[in-house]
């Protein structure tokens, strides 16, 4: 669960990112994933592992009608943090 609702958060600071420094299209994105704590669905806040899977999923599907993220590919690497964050984006 906490891999989907990632995958957006992720795309939405995608986005602020590529708005702020006037970015058209994004081509690669490097990620850092630890265990990601959230809460959702009326359950309070609880640690979940990220299954990398379900995230790529997760995000092409969010990014699949946008020109911006057209070509773009995610690298990733798990890490055992309770963060995330973006360690690289290439961009034309
Ligand atoms: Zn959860």
């Known amino acids: ?5 990632l995958a957006k958060e992720i795309i939405d600071k995608l986005r ?12 690669r994105v490097n990620l850092e994933i630890g265990n990601i704590s959230m ?3 009326g359950h309070p806040e609880h640690l979940e592992e990220i299954n990398i899977e379900n995230l790529e999923f997760g ?11 057209r070509d ?21």
Do not use: N
């Open 1 to 5: 669960m906490h891999d989907f609702l």
């Open 16 to 27: 602020e990112i590529a708005q702020e420094k006037k970015i058209s299209k994004i081509t």
């Open 59 to 69: 995000l092409g599907g969010i990014v699949k009608d946008d020109p911006m993220f």
């Open 39 to 41: 809460s959702h669905d």
């Open 72 to 92: 773009v590919k995610f690298g990733i690497r798990k890490t055992q943090s309770e963060s995330w964050g973006i360690t690289d984006i290439e961009a034309e």
